[in-house]
């Protein structure tokens, strides 16, 4: 997404071209609600039941934001009840078969009111803010890697190629109450903004660097297909 000089919101979405299997579970949803857009990646971590999971997720979100809007509730608090209820729907349809993993899925969402951009995220999926060429927000990866920088197991920038990075610890639909991240604060965007919602298929694959490099080219509605066309290249087939 980005912001043009007349303070308009310019959105592109794009999946992984080429061969897919039902345990690519990562799907994208953009809702335009007037002063209000709504924005969704999510990744279902190879379960067959993942479209479903995601479709549940969109559903009530667009729900929250259409509700919220009427009674102009706090945009922080419309994505925090929007994702508890998905993640309560989604465990009461999908509970832990005996003897396989917990379902669930990662999600990044992102809510623009005017020009202030509310985000909130669960997993392994990200959320990046860049602004004059220069990354000034990124979400953190809610994975067993990251967990371990936070103990101080290992130091920042060795989860980046640590093996449990490929590892979420919080999901919606694990099996208990979610840990939701919800900025309490929104971020405030300027014209020529452009921010990223995309799942571990691309940052596990390209550095910050390179995302960056794509991101603020001269073409960013060009960027998002750039950037899954690169990271299918140069890293082993996984959802982007």
């Not at 979100?61 to 919220?68: I, K, P, Q």
């Not at 379902?103 to 990046?128: E, F, K, M, Q, W």
């Not at 101080?152 to 694990?174: C, D, S, W």
């Amino acid at each position: 997404m980005t912001t043009n000089e007349t303070t308009q919101l310019w959105v592109k979405a794009a999946r992984e071209k080429g061969q897919r299997t039902e345990h690519m579970g990562d799907f994208v949803f953009h809702r335009n609600l007037g002063e209000r857009r709504l924005l969704i990646v999510c990744d279902g971590q190879g379960r067959s039941e993942s479209e479903q999971a995601a479709r549940i997720l969109h559903a009530r979100l667009f729900e929250a934001v259409t509700e919220g809007a009427k009674t102009e509730k706090n945009p922080v608090e419309i994505l925090r009840d929007g994702l508890m209820q998905a993640d309560r729907n989604i465990r009461g349809i999908f509970p832990p078969p005996e003897g396989e993993d917990i379902p669930g899925i990662s999600c990044a969402v992102a809510l623009t009111v005017g020009l202030h951009l509310y985000v909130a995220h669960v997993g392994d999926c990200r959320i990046y803010l860049f602004r004059s060429r220069k990354m000034v927000f990124r979400t953190k990866d809610h994975t067993a890697a990251q967990q371990m920088v936070e103990t101080l197991e290992i130091t920042p920038g060795e989860e980046a190629t640590h093996p449990l990075r490929f590892e979420p610890v919080r999901k919606l639909g694990m099996g208990t109450d979610v840990q939701l991240e919800v900025r309490p604060q929104p971020l405030a965007l300027s014209d020529g903004d452009r921010v990223l919602l995309c799942t571990d298929g691309v940052h596990d694959t390209l550095e910050d660097s390179r995302i960056s490099k794509f991101v603020n080219g001269d073409n960013p509605m060009a960027a998002p297909d750039k950037l899954l066309e690169t990271a299918a290249i140069t890293g082993p087939a996984d959802d982007r």
